[in-house]
């Protein structure tokens, strides 16, 4: 045998194989033997052969190894004895028989000898024997000597006639043989190939008879390939036989292959999906041209046409995120796309709330199932599936039935449909914010493919509506901005318009009155105008510092039970003015029992003072004003409805924003800066209560409605009824110091004081203020604090730390009123804080407590 390049295994016949008998009438007996082939390594390979019958063949064909040895000496024995019998015979034989005898027994011993050499090897010995013969024998009577040659030399060549062609036949035996075991071991490979090969493949005849069928085709069918065996195509799969029987018949008829034809075939392991193959039918012919049948080969392009789909997916979900303008249509797009990709029977995202413990469903995507949409307890899901979240693991459940993940809340799931299902969770900063869900109503192992999908569609999906949602924050807030400029500049201007308004009257008065030769009817007639005036703008600066408070949570209340009938009361006479000079009738309903609250009784007199002011000033000319009060339950309601203007839709929802106004020139004629509403708005909030606003529409009234709180009757104490001791002020000449950066502002507080029989000396800045402290020593100390080179506060730090400083009372007097200025003035040692634009009356009444002994202190720090 010739050496294998390729495995280095060089194969040769052993000496113990039988060459006589060819392997193709070894083939006729039907008995499987294996002939051993020695390896020049030791080795032994084996190849599959036909061999004789019975106990005889397998004696001679398989015998041990030292049988086999004997019956080797034994067979050269004999050769031996046969030639000594052979040249005896030649010699000792009657003339004429001696050489048909060695002719005979050469030609036997040629024939039977299996190997070469020993066939060389008994021609040579027979040549010679006859050769011996021929002279050693004597000359037989009557025959001429050339007969006797031409025998001999006949003898001879017949007997190396026969070894040639018994060589010839030899090694034509062997190479047969050769051929055989090559032929074999390709047909082995081929076999192995066609089994083994990822490509489905099977051989039809001209009946469409499946003749052969490799095992990947066999398995794309869920069958065995010997089932597929001597059946016809619609036999063995008739849901396929209609489309590729018109093929097959093609082939047959034109004997022209057809590439590439597209067949889908179901999926044993998934029934309810598609299996898509790409089929190739070819014609087989003989070598005469004769049509055997028709070779097919099926190829699975179903991942191919599935990654072909997933890819057209992504895109046209980039090319829907990239024109998306709304984060909640892009969820509920998304959630329909892609389930309708992966054939869902639901997909929708669940936002989380872990802080408020909440998942909500806001859209969901159910075609034959009912929707989940809602809200639900975050914690009632299951505890490992929460923590798989959390950690940012998707979650694969193929059937929730037999899931221990799922055990907890199983039955909820399979209520809402879902049987299998796949969980991608979204985090933000390492936080829980949202996960997409895809379920299947049926038990579904999810692949790999379909997993990484998901979690590609939902990071993507989830990225683009935080960036939507971001967008629409900035555009929000850059339209808040841009309002909040608008309402800047509009404020700004109805200030400038409210300042002007009574600072235009104060000066037109004062014109008058300096004026030579005007009439005087009525001396306190321009009086009364300024002090009108003047309270307007007191009014207008108290509203500004009240929303500003509040807006930066600077306003505290003092809360305490009060009577809201106490509260009614005191907001209905300071409207009254109002209400009566417009000529309106005000209807105030109140129950008979007593209700009360916890409030601060100022500020919630001042929200339903303008409440009332609202009404009245919004209402034409006569018009009604009704005060409703009812208790519901542990709530009081109270109503205050007019006839007025009335208030359209669109701004109801803006009407408590600050600075808001409704553009009427109405509106606009009654003046105002637009803080009463929110004053009210801020100050019913932080009495735990609401407010809320209604009205039919334009000229048709409007209904403000306030909620508070109720207090248990049970919780109220009884009324005091101990006579109130009142005090007599008596006045008395004082040593007043007043500082003030503002010249004229210092020097007519001081006019006023002196006017009252004080003794006043005034300072323009800090410095001055402590050098005439020190040499003036008065009583009572006025200081503005933002003074010049020294401001209030260290000016009062600097005279509390002087002996004679500790018995001086003082006051602070400024423009900075919030509660941080009333408290750092407490803290550098003021008595009280008074805030500018203050009534004199209200610094008397300062005055008026102080003790009359000569001392400067009293029981409390007023904040006025």
């Known amino acids: 045998m010739q050496k294998d390049s390729q495995s280095r295994l060089a194969v040769r ?138 025998n001999h030399g006949l003898a001879l060549l017949m007997i190396w006639t026969v070894t040639i062609l018994s060589l010839r036949h030899r090694h034509a035996q062997e190479v047969m043989r050769e051929n055989e075991r090559v032929a074999n071991e390709r047909l082995a490979h081929l076999k192995t190939i066609y089994a083994s090969a990822p490509v489905g493949l099977c051989f039809v005849d001209r009946e469409l008879r499946y003749v052969s069928i ?88 179903t991942r191919r046409k599935r990654a072909e789909a997933d890819t057209l997916f992504l895109l046209d979900l980039g090319e829907g995120i990239r024109f998306a303008a ?27 709330d872990a802080e408020h413990d909440r998942l909500t469903v806001q859209r969901d995507y159910h075609p034959h199932l009912h929707s989940i949409v809602g809200s639900y307890g975050l914690s009632s899901a299951s505890p490992a599936i929460l923590a798989a979240a959390h950690a940012g693991q998707i979650i694969a459940i193929a059937d929730v039935t037999t899931d221990d993940r799922i055990q907890q809340s199983c039955e909820k799931w399979q209520d ?83 300042l002007r308004n ?24 321009g009086q009364d105008i300024i002090e009108r005036q003047v309270s307007y703008l007191t009014r207008l600066t108290d509203d500004l510092f009240d929303v500003s408070r509040i807006t930066r949570e600077k306003l505290v209340l003092q809360r305490q039970p009060v009577s809201l009938a106490d509260v009614i009361r005191a907001a209905v006479e300071s409207s009254r003015p109002l209400i009566d000079q417009r000529q309106h009738e005000l209807t105030v309903t109140m129950s008979q029992d007593s209700i009360y609250v916890e409030a601060d009784q100022v500020r919630l007199t001042q929200v339903f003072m303008n409440l009332l002011n609202n009404a009245a000033k919004y209402t034409p000319n006569p018009g009604h004003i009704w005060l409703n009060v009812e208790q519901a339950g542990d709530t009081v309601v109270v109503r205050v409805k007019d006839t007025g203007i009335g208030i359209a839709a669109e701004n109801l929802p803006h009407l408590f924003e600050l600075f808001y106004q409704v553009d009427r020139s109405f509106t606009r004629s009654e003046g105002g800066l637009g803080l009463g509403l929110t004053l009210v708005h801020r100050l019913v909030e932080m009495h735990d209560g609401k407010v809320e606003v209604r009205s039919d529409g334009i000229n048709r009234g409007s209904e403000f409605i306030v909620h508070l709180p109720v207090l ?35 020097a007519i507080l001081a006019r006023l004081l002196r006017q009252d029989g004080n003794d ?105």
């Not at 590439?260 to 029934?271: A, F, L, M, T, Y």
């Not at 190739?280 to 070779?295: F, K, R």
């Not at 008065?778 to 200081?783: I, K, Q, R, W």
């Open 13 to 150: 016949p052993s000496r113990y194989e039988y060459p006589c008998i060819p392997v193709s009438r070894f083939a006729t007996l039907g008995v499987r033997f294996r002939t051993h082939y020695s390896t020049g390594r030791g080795l032994t390979v084996s190849y599959p052969f036909k061999a004789f019958s019975g106990a005889v063949g397998a004696a001679v064909l398989n015998p041990a190894r030292p049988k086999l040895e004997v019956f080797r000496r034994l067979l050269w024995l004999s050769v031996a004895l046969l030639l000594v019998v052979i040249f005896a015979g030649d010699l000792w034989a009657p003339a004429g028989m001696a050489l048909p005898f060695c002719y005979v027994a050469g030609l036997v011993l040629v024939v039977a000898l299996p190997g070469t050499r020993e066939k060389l090897v008994a021609a040579a010995t027979a040549t010679l024997l006859m050769t011996l013969s021929y002279f050693w024998s004597g000359a037989i009577p009557g025959v001429p000597s050339w007969v006797y040659i031409f």
């Open 214 to 301: 490799n095992n990947a085709l066999a398995e794309m069918s869920g069958k065995s390939p010997e089932f597929f065996i001597g059946k016809t195509v619609r036999e063995a799969a008739p849901e396929l036989a209609d489309t590729v029987e018109a093929h097959y018949r093609r082939v047959i008829d034109t004997g022209q292959p057809v590439i590439d034809e597209e067949v889908q075939i179901g999926n044993p392991s998934r029934p309810q999906e598609r299996r898509i193959c790409l089929c190739s039918y070819y014609p087989v012919h003989t070598e005469t041209g004769q049509l055997l049948g028709v070779n097919v080969a099926v190829r699975d392009i």
């Open 326 to 352: 709304d984060a909640d249509e892009l969820l509920w797009a998304v959630a329909v796309a892609l389930g309708e990709h992966l054939k869902a029977s639901r997909c929708c995202f669940m936002e989380v």
């Open 416 to 498: 809402s449909g879902v049987r299998a299902l796949v969980i991608t969770p979204l985090l933000r900063d390492g936080t829980l914010v949202s996960a997409l869900v895809v379920a299947s109503s049926d038990a579904h192992v999810w692949t790999e493919r379909e997993i990484t999908l998901v979690n590609i569609v939902a990071e993507r999906t989830w990225l683009a509506v935080e960036r939507l949602r971001l967008d629409n924050v900035l555009r929000e807030s850059d339209a808040a901005l841009r309002d909040a400029d608008r309402r800047k500049d509009e404020f700004l201007a109805t200030l400038a318009h409210e």
């Open 502 to 525: 009574p600072l235009s009257l104060v000066r037109n008065v004062i014109t008058l009155k300096n004026t030579p030769g005007a009439p005087e009817t009525d001396p306190r007639w």
């Open 712 to 746: 248990p009757v049970s919780t109220m104490d009884e009324p005091d009824n101990s006579p109130v001791l009142c005090r007599t002020t008596v006045s008395r000449c004082r040593r007043i110091l007043v500082a003030d950066d503002f010249p004229q502002s210092a």
């Open 760 to 864: 006043v000396q005034v300072a323009h800045d800090g410095i001055e203020a402590v050098e005439s402290a020190a040499e003036f020593r008065p009583d009572v100390a006025v200081l503005d604090i933002a003074m010049p080179k020294l401001d209030g506060f260290a000016a009062a730090r600097m005279i509390r730390e002087q002996p004679w400083g500790k018995r001086i009372f003082l006051i602070a007097l400024s423009g900075w009123g919030q509660q941080l200025d009333r408290q750092r003035s407490k803290e550098a040692g003021f008595d009280a804080h008074l805030t500018k634009p203050a009534k004199y009356e209200t610094l008397m009444e300062i005055l008026d407590q102080l003790p009359h002994d000569g001392t400067a202190s009293i029981d409390s720090h007023h904040e006025l």
